[in-house]
């Protein structure tokens, strides 16, 4: 399977994935004139991989001026698992979808951020 082959190339706590929320995946595909998402390659601040996620029209042009999905939970720690795709990656818990909206309502980080470049 493909993410055992690049798992076995990393080291351990290399990140192996990322988790967006379908919300911030929602907004981005519902923009007007959305028909595709594109990701890029990227990298935090501290080093470690990401992706950037951004909405396609029709023409096959970034839409640079909406939604821009640039933040997730990585993993590990963030992971299901394990199972084919996660094999070797410690689990870690993952509020659910009730918790995250308490914990929104609360003022706590509830879910994954959207970020929108006309912001």
Known sequence: MLTERYRSRTGIGAVKGGLFWKDGIER???QEGCVAMRYYYAQ???GKPTLVLVGVDKEGHDMLSGVLLDLSWPCPP???GPHPLNRGIEKRRLRSADEQST???TG???SEPVRSIQE
């Open 28 to 30: 981005l595909l519902q």
């Open 44 to 46: 935090n601040e501290d």
């Open 78 to 80: 963030i992971c299901d």
């Open 103 to 105: 914990a929104a309502q």
């Open 108 to 110: 706590g980080n509830s």
